[in-house]
């Protein structure tokens, strides 16, 4: 999951493998939650959010999940391939529309 | 293409000069906004503007200052105040007038500023 501090978590699995990405959210108020894809050198990617009315949201090879009860949430990625090497993060959103995110977890897929 | 365009890629500054990063958009939306972004931790909202001639502090702003004067460009001013400006900055915009940008937001694709 993500911690404070400068080195960044990681995450390396081999291609057609599943992963699993976590992140620690802090405000048990917050109403919505946003998964990032950056690539290096690149801006952020939307690719997938929930709101915490739900406990877990599908996409094209990606799931949510939130555990409100841990404040915790997962991003998975089905079947993963080398270009979906990146940095994921994730962000929450409190009721009265600040976004905070998450500092990423690096992604990297071996062929 | 409709799309949000950042320039320059990457800056160098000397300590003492304000910088000036440019944030274009063409797919006529609303609100535009800044984040800053450092090795290790998540983005932090600089400024943002819902609509022209408006803008508003987020949650970094010293040391930094914009204009909305066109719907399609935000600039953004790094000022000699701002203590330690080297990181790199993304430039976002959305179709919903909020604090936040939400899933719809485009963002570009940043610039790297470095104080040498």
């Known amino acids: 999951g993500e911690s404070v501090g400068l080195h960044l978590p990681t995450l390396s699995v081999q291609e057609g493998d599943n992963s699993i990405i976590n992140c620690a959210y802090s405000n048990s108020a917050s109403d919505y939650f946003i998964w990032y894809k950056q690539e290096s050198g690149k801006g952020p990617q939307f690719i997938i959010d929930i709101r915490s009315n739900m406990d877990k949201r599908q996409g094209q090879r990606v799931t949510v999940l939130l555990n409100k009860t841990v404040k915790h949430l997962s991003l998975q990625i089905a079947a993963t391939q080398p270009g979906d090497s990146a940095v994921y993060f994730c962000a929450e959103r409190a009721s009265y529309g600040k976004l905070t995110f998450g500092q990423g977890t690096i992604l990297t897929v071996h062929p | 293409d409709g799309g949000i365009t950042q320039s320059p890629k990457y800056l160098f500054r000397k300590e003492g000069q304000n910088v000036t990063l440019s944030c274009e958009q063409n797919l006529n939306h609303d609100a535009m906004y800044w984040y800053r972004q450092d090795p290790g931790q998540g983005l932090r909202l600089i400024y943002y503007s819902q609509i022209v001639n408006d803008f508003q502090k987020g949650d970094i702003a010293e040391g930094y200052s914009v204009s909305r004067e066109k719907k399609e460009s935000f600039p953004l001013t790094v000022t000699s105040a701002q203590k330690n400006p080297t990181a790199f900055y993304l430039c976002?915009?959305?179709?919903?007038?909020?604090?936040?940008?939400?899933?719809?937001?485009?963002f570009g694709q940043g610039t790297r500023l470095t104080v040498v």
């Open positions: 976002a915009s959305s179709r919903r007038r909020a604090r936040d940008p939400g899933p719809e937001a485009f």
